[in-house]
């Protein structure tokens, strides 16, 4: 069993993390453009220019995660919660506009390679700034999964995105000042290029999705699932159980039959049985329930199939 998180990251918000990740991305910025300016080397510039994705990137999560925050108003009755998935598109975004300027440094490194200097300083500042980034990152996907914030978690695997590169870069600069093998350095800058290519397209396939109201996770629907049969020993029946995220908000629609002689009162205590027990048995939950009698078939315009267990 995991261990429980320490109290004061429990105490943590989305928005205390993005304000830290602000603070950190300027720290780890100074560090690692010194760094580059020390040495004259286009595999730590290349580690300073993601830094400077993560600053911007930190800066519009935090106001997209603020946006979400909001409650619904006239305009948006259902809420603001798709505003983090603009955070995680953005962010793909700059991610690869900080490929392409890394591939295209590289390459003219590569052309003509220069001599490094100080490498001893820079690599040292390298990992300092990494370290940084490496805890905020863990305490942010620990928090981003209870939070269920995409935003929060795109941040934080952009980070460990970028302690990985850090890594490859104080290796890969490393061994061209032991070996002296120059062409070494903007290897390593285009190397990293290509791997936060293959983050940022990850980014924007689920940015992406999430606005095109992607259904919930097989473990939620399948909580649903159980949920919905303890009240099958009833002569009721669910079916067109249809479920979507948005955000941090989690819903699900579906039709529930009755018995045609119910009265209206008696079905619709039953109803708020049914939707309090999938609020308690799955947070953040919106449920809509249709009351139907039981020989009575709706049908949506879009045909939702029935998942293993539905019906009577």
């Not at 940015?207 to 259904?215: K, N």
């Not at 009240?231 to 479920?243: E, G, K, M, W, Y």
């Not at 529930?256 to 049985?273: D, Q, S, Y």
Request: hydrophobic content about 50%.
């Amino acid at each position: 069993m995991a261990a429980a998180p320490a109290p004061w990251i429990e105490r943590l918000t989305p928005r205390h993390l993005l304000s830290a990740s602000i603070a950190v991305a300027l720290l780890t910025i100074t560090l690692k453009t010194l760094a580059w300016w020390l040495t004259d080397s286009v595999g730590l510039l290349s580690d300073a220019l993601e830094s400077l994705v993560n600053l911007g990137s930190a800066m519009f999560a935090l106001t997209m995660v603020t946006l979400a925050a909001r409650p619904p108003d006239l305009e948006h009755p259902y809420g603001h919660h798709k505003a983090e998935y603009f955070s995680s598109g953005f962010e793909g975004l700059l991610i690869l506009l900080a490929a392409l300027a890394i591939i295209w440094a590289g390459a003219s490194r590569m052309l003509e390679p220069q001599p490094l200097q100080r490498l001893d300083w820079g690599l040292g500042l390298s990992v300092i700034s990494s370290a940084f980034n490496g805890l905020l990152a863990w305490v942010m996907l620990d928090v981003a999964r209870r939070h269920r914030s995409i935003a929060l978690e795109a941040d934080g695997r952009h980070l460990i995105t970028d302690v990985w590169t850090s890594a490859g870069v104080v290796v890969g600069v490393g061994a061209a000042w032991l070996t002296g093998w120059l062409w070494l350095d903007p290897l390593v800058a285009i190397g990293v290029a290509l791997n936060i290519l293959r983050e940022g397209f990850s980014l924007l396939r689920r940015s992406s999705h999430g606005l095109m109201d992607q259904a919930l996770e097989e473990e939620v629907q399948s909580q649903i699932q159980r949920t919905l049969a303890r009240f099958s020993q009833l002569p009721i029946r669910f079916d067109h159980v249809a479920t979507r995220k948005a955000g941090q908000r989690r819903f699900v629609d579906l039709h529930m039959h009755v018995p045609a002689h119910w009265t209206l009162g008696r079905a619709a205590e039953l109803r708020n049985e049914v939707e309090r027990a999938l609020i308690d048995a799955v947070p953040g939950l919106r449920a809509t329930i249709q009351l139907l009698p039981d020989d009575v078939e709706a049908h949506a315009p879009v045909a939702v199939p029935d998942r293993p267990g539905e019906g009577r």
